[in-house]
Structure formats: structure tokens, C-alpha cells
């Protein structure tokens, strides 16, 4: 399950305050809750913690951690079970000052089930199981060649990286001085199928103990990238997880580009086709019906205000806080959000457009 971009933000905001926390001692609770885990079971045991706690020698860390339990206690108290995701519990003394007691805690329902059980008092609060949830769950390996080179990829989340690239030594059409035809061809039909044993093997070595791979899309001219897979000696593992072939006619990091744009139909979930997807839609209806839509955040706020915004789109550049005050007046009329990254070339062009933020509407403004 992909987490939408609301989820996405609000567990990133959330991941970056508490790594920011520092205690000066063991003070700061960590409490993870695993999905369908006895609520009743847990609050036991930290009663149980929070007494062991009374034992603590240092006294400003004995108020800050019997305080912190406190806390998450009487919050899962107000629960009358676990949350269907789990749940994860902070609470510590965040204040900067030598001597100065400042207990916060948060309550938090993840978007994926937590399956891990935590108590830890610590230094640190404990997010790596957050962390975890942030990270990319599909990775699809990319390949676009010819006989003469090659360009192996990886499209992670939204973004394109070169991972290797390679050169045959298969000469060109022109023959040197003195070779019959048939000596040529058999060179070049050697040195291409040793070139294509090379990129197997690397292939090999770059995406066979890729846990997160989901697939692999291969590219270039006809007939060669066919010629690659049948007698290129791919292994079978990586050969079964090959979901798009496309005809791509550069072999560098721009057909990297058109081999993920033109393969839309086999990775539509992907985040990268998603982000384009909304950001063309904006344009398109933009360009063919610019009373549908509103941009800049006067105009943005004005129909998010007169409930006219159906779609709102909200490039990251512009920083947590404000997406998070888009994102609620947005949730106010019911009207969908999209983060839109700045990693891509739509993205960049929505911001400089926009000034970051554009909406669709669901009737024109006067």
C-alpha cells in the first residue's frame, strides 16, 4: 500500500520534530503499539514501567520519565482498543534548559500497520519503524541499449538515477579496408554478443538482490533490445520481471527519460507517473479552459474559500507549514490534495508558473 501524499507529509513533519529531540539523560519514552496488540496488556506493563521508574537515582530524570508514562498512559486510557495501524506513543522533556521541565507527547495512528512492539526509555526517540514506512516500497530497473551501448537506471519514487553505463567496441556500418563482408559480420556479431553477456552480468550484479524491485523495462531500437533478452544470457529472475519492452531510440540518460515515459500504462501507480499525470491535467485544463482554473495564492485561496476547488495541487518548495494550511482548507470542502515534487521537469514548471500552488475548479470564479 502506497501512502498518499497527505500521509507521506503529515509522517515526515511528524519524523522530523521528534529526531530533533534531544535529552539530556535516558528520559525521552518511546512506546510502540503493534496492529491488533492488547491496548489493555500495554498500559499494564507501563504502569508497571512507571513504578520501576520511582527507582530512577537522578531526580530530574525520574520526574521526566514517571511524567512522560503518565502521560501516554492516561492518553491510551481514553482508548477502548488499538487502532486498526497500531499505534506510536512519544513523551519526554523537550525543554532546552538545564533544570527546566517541559513534558510533551505525541499520539500517533501510522498509516501502515506497525509490526513491531517497543518500550524504550532513551536519549533519542526511537522512529526508525516510521522511518521504514517513508521509504520506497517499488523500485523498477531500467535498461535502454543498442549493439554500441548501453544505460542501466533505476526509477525510485519520483526520481531517475544512472546506475551504469557501457560501450561495446562494436564498429559501425563502415567496414575497414580489406575485410569481406561475412569476416565483418562475424566480428561484429561477436563483439555484440559479448557486449550483451557484459550488460547481463551487470544487470545481474545491480538489481538481482534489489529486494524492492517490482520490475524491469527495457528499451531501444528493434531489434536489438529483442535480440538482448533472447540471447543476451539475462538470468531467469531477472528475465521473469522484465513488464515493459519499448521501442527508444537513444541509449543515454534521455532515453532513461522516454523509456519511463512511454511505458505510462505498465507503472501507472508509480509516484513518478502519478506526479506527471495531475501536473499535465493542470496544464491541459489550463490551456483549454483557463476559467477552470486558479493559481497563485490569492486566486487559490479565494476558491478554496467559495468551495469552487475540486483538485489542489501544491508544489513541496513551499514548505511544510503552508501545504499543511492548503491541505486543510482543501479538507474543509472535500477537495483532493497532490504534494508536487521539484525533482521533476513538471514540477519545476508548476512552480515557476504557479508560485506554488494551482488548483482545478469545480465551477469558475467571477
Same mark, same amino acid.
Given at each position: 500500500?502506497?501512502?498518499?501524499?497527505?500521509?507521506?507529509?503529515?509522517?515526515?513533519? +511528524?519524523?522530523? &520534530?521528534?529526531? /530533533? #529531540?534531544?535529552g539530556r539523560h535516558t528520559e525521552l519514552v518511546?512506546?510502540? =503499539?503493534? !496492529? *491488533?496488540?492488547?491496548?489493555?496488556?500495554?498500559?499494564?506493563?507501563?504502569?508497571?514501567?512507571?513504578?520501576?521508574?520511582?527507582?530512577?537515582?537522578?531526580?530530574?530524570?525520574?520526574?521526566?520519565?514517571?511524567?512522560?508514562?503518565?502521560?501516554?498512559?492516561?492518553?491510551?486510557?481514553?482508548?477502548?482498543?488499538?487502532?486498526?495501524?497500531?499505534?506510536?506513543?512519544?513523551?519526554?522533556?523537550?525543554?532546552?534548559?538545564?533544570?527546566?521541565?517541559?513534558?510533551?507527547?505525541?499520539?500517533?495512528?501510522?498509516?501502515?500497520?506497525?509490526?513491531?512492539?517497543?518500550?524504550?526509555?532513551?536519549?533519542?526517540?526511537?522512529?526508525?519503524?516510521?522511518?521504514?514506512?517513508?521509504?520506497?516500497?517499488?523500485?523498477?530497473?531500467?535498461?535502454?541499449?543498442?549493439?554500441?551501448?548501453?544505460?542501466?537506471?533505476? +526509477?525510485?519514487? &519520483?526520481?531517475? /538515477? #544512472?546506475?551504469?553505463?557501457?560501450?561495446?567496441?562494436?564498429?559501425?556500418? =563502415?567496414? !575497414? *579496408?580489406?575485410?569481406?563482408?561475412?569476416?565483418?559480420?562475424?566480428?561484429?556479431?561477436?563483439?555484440?554478443?559479448?557486449?550483451?553477456?557484459?550488460?547481463?552480468?551487470?544487470?545481474?550484479?545491480?538489481?538481482?538482490n534489489m529486494p524492492k524491485l517490482k520490475g524491469?523495462?527495457?528499451?531501444?531500437?528493434?531489434?536489438?533490445?529483442?535480440?538482448?533478452?533472447?540471447?543476451?544470457?539475462?538470468?531467469?529472475?531477472?528475465?521473469?520481471?522484465?513488464?515493459?519492452?519499448?521501442?527508444?531510440?537513444?541509449?543515454?540518460?534521455?532515453?532513461?527519460?522516454?523509456?519511463?515515459?512511454?511505458?505510462?500504462?505498465?507503472?501507472?501507480?508509480?509516484?513518478?507517473?502519478?506526479?506527471?499525470?495531475?501536473?499535465?491535467?493542470?496544464?491541459?485544463?489550463?490551456?483549454?479552459?483557463?476559467?477552470?482554473?486558479?493559481?497563485?495564492?490569492?486566486?487559490?485561496?479565494?476558491?478554496?474559500?467559495?468551495?469552487?476547488?475540486?483538485?489542489?495541487?501544491?508544489?513541496? !518548495?513551499?514548505?511544510?507549514?503552508?501545504?499543511?494550511?492548503?491541505?486543510?482548507?482543501?479538507?474543509?470542502?472535500?477537495?483532493?490534495?497532490?504534494?508536487?515534487?521539484?525533482?521533476?521537469?513538471?514540477?519545476?514548471?508548476?512552480?515557476?508558473?504557479?508560485?506554488?500552488?494551482?488548483?482545478?475548479?469545480?465551477?469558475?470564479?467571477?
Amino acid at each position: 500500500m502506497e501512502l498518499t501524499d497527505k500521509q507521506r507529509a503529515e509522517l515526515e513533519e +511528524l519524523v522530523a &520534530k521528534l529526531e /530533533k #529531540v534531544r535529552g539530556r539523560h535516558t528520559e525521552l519514552v518511546t512506546v510502540m =503499539i503493534p !496492529a *491488533g496488540f492488547n491496548l489493555y496488556s500495554v498500559t499494564s506493563q507501563l504502569e508497571a514501567e512507571r513504578s520501576t521508574a520511582e527507582n530512577i537515582k537522578s531526580k530530574q530524570t525520574r520526574s521526566a520519565v514517571t511524567d512522560s508514562l503518565d502521560l501516554i498512559i492516561r492518553e491510551l486510557k481514553k482508548l477502548k482498543q488499538t487502532p486498526p495501524n497500531g499505534l506510536a506513543a512519544f513523551a519526554g522533556n523537550i525543554s532546552e534548559k538545564e533544570g527546566v521541565q517541559d513534558i510533551k507527547s505525541w499520539l500517533f495512528e501510522p498509516p501502515k500497520p506497525l509490526n513491531v512492539r517497543t518500550y524504550r526509555c532513551d536519549q533519542i526517540f526511537i522512529v526508525e519503524p516510521l522511518k521504514e514506512m517513508l521509504s520506497i516500497q517499488d523500485i523498477y530497473g531500467l535498461l535502454v541499449m543498442d549493439r554500441r551501448e548501453a544505460t542501466i537506471g533505476v +526509477l525510485e519514487g &519520483k526520481q531517475i /538515477k #544512472v546506475l551504469r553505463t557501457m560501450s561495446s567496441g562494436v564498429p559501425g556500418k =563502415i567496414r !575497414a *579496408g580489406g575485410q569481406s563482408s561475412a569476416r565483418f559480420e562475424r566480428i561484429t556479431e561477436g563483439l555484440a554478443k559479448e557486449f550483451f553477456r557484459r550488460v547481463a552480468d551487470a544487470m545481474k550484479e545491480l538489481f538481482f538482490n534489489m529486494p524492492k524491485l517490482k520490475g524491469i523495462l527495457v528499451g531501444g531500437p528493434i531489434p536489438t533490445k529483442e535480440e538482448f533478452l533472447e540471447y543476451g544470457e539475462l538470468v531467469t529472475t531477472l528475465k521473469e520481471k522484465v513488464i515493459a519492452i519499448k521501442d527508444i531510440g537513444y541509449t543515454d540518460e534521455h532515453g532513461l527519460k522516454l523509456l519511463v515515459e512511454s511505458s505510462h500504462e505498465d507503472i501507472s501507480n508509480q509516484e513518478l507517473i502519478k506526479e506527471k499525470n495531475i501536473v499535465n491535467k493542470f496544464f491541459e485544463t489550463l490551456g483549454k479552459y483557463k476559467e477552470k482554473t486558479a493559481y497563485g495564492e490569492e486566486r487559490v485561496k479565494l476558491a478554496l474559500q467559495r468551495g469552487a476547488a475540486g483538485i489542489v495541487l501544491i508544489s513541496k !518548495a513551499l514548505g511544510k507549514e503552508k501545504i499543511k494550511e492548503y491541505e486543510d482548507l482543501a479538507q474543509n470542502i472535500g477537495a483532493e490534495t497532490h504534494i508536487v515534487s521539484t525533482e521533476t521537469q513538471e514540477g519545476e514548471q508548476f512552480l515557476n508558473l504557479t508560485k506554488g500552488v494551482g488548483a482545478i475548479l469545480r465551477f469558475g470564479l467571477e
